[in-house]
């Protein structure tokens, strides 16, 4: 199981919401990304590979993973990077992103939990 906690939401983070997407950062996030990303701090983190039908928790909202970028492990274990999409995938996807359903765009805010089950 992998727990952040979010920390900070850019002032254009929540603003993909008709894209039904959110960005996903670590405290380490490169200035220009910031402000159009969820930033979040690991509290724990056991290195389980992310897999479809693992379940995501953002918040009050629990979703399950029905597709799987090529990079998106790497990059969630390494940068707390990983975009998340609230929609029908592709056949293609980009990689470093999931696809969950149910397709509901979730309301964080600071101090909500992120937990991928």
Not at 23 to 29: C, N, T, Y
Not at 75 to 99: C, K, M, Q, R, W
Request: proline share 8%.
């Amino acid at each position: 199981m992998k727990t952040s906690v979010v920390s900070s939401i850019g002032p254009m983070a929540l603003a993909f919401e008709d894209e039904k997407v959110i960005i996903l950062f670590g405290p380490k996030a490169p200035n220009e990304l910031k402000d159009v990303s969820i930033i979040h701090e690991t509290k724990e983190y056991d290195y389980q590979p992310l897999k479809v039908g693992t379940r995501l928790v953002l918040g009050t909202h629990e979703y399950t993973i029905e597709k799987i970028g090529t990079e998106a492990y790497n990059n969630l274990t390494e940068l707390g990077h990983i975009s998340v999409y609230f929609t029908d995938a592709p056949a293609e996807v980009l990689p470093g992103s999931i696809y969950v359903t149910p397709h509901i765009f979730p309301r964080l805010t600071p101090g909500d939990e992120i937990k991928f089950l």
